[in-house]
């Protein structure tokens, strides 16, 4: 089993931006990628940034394509989203999710661990 802690949530102004970690720990042998997804109460998941651990290809949703940038420390098992020119609509609960993407890394059922969740609240 994965154990996913994210922090670095919080609420800033229109055009800042932010970083968001995610810890993780458990069974991480069997992790082949990582990413962030994000959901609005009343609206589906939606998946902002993934990657394959230990290199290889990358994710990001046309949202946030520019503005987004996903990363991982494999030493330090954390995994990080960092996001710039934020907008309100990227208002969400920001989740870190881990799993094998047997697929694709688009593919949202590759992903079988989640974290809590952080907020993440952009005024205008």
């Known amino acids: 089993q994965v154990q996913l802690v994210e922090s670095g949530g919080g609420s800033v102004q229109a055009g800042e931006s932010l970083r968001l970690s995610c810890a993780a720990s458990?069974?991480?042998?069997?992790?082949?990628?990582m990413g962030w997804f994000r959901q609005v109460p009343g609206k589906e998941r939606e998946e902002v940034a993934a990657?394959?651990?230990?290199?290889?290809?990358?994710y990001y949703a046309d949202s946030v394509k520019g503005r987004a940038t996903i990363r991982e420390d494999s030493v330090k098992n954390m995994l990080y989203l960092h996001m710039s020119d934020l907008k309100p609509e990227d208002t969400a609960i920001y989740y870190c999710?881990?799993?094998?993407?047997?697929?694709?890394?688009?593919?949202?059922?590759?992903?079988?661990?989640w974290g809590q969740g952080t907020q993440v609240t952009v005024s205008s």
């Open positions: 458990g069974v991480l042998y069997i992790v082949y990628c």
């Open positions: 999710a881990a799993g094998r993407c047997p697929n694709r890394l688009a593919d949202h059922s590759g992903f079988g661990d």
């Open positions: 990657l394959y651990r230990g290199g290889g290809s990358t």
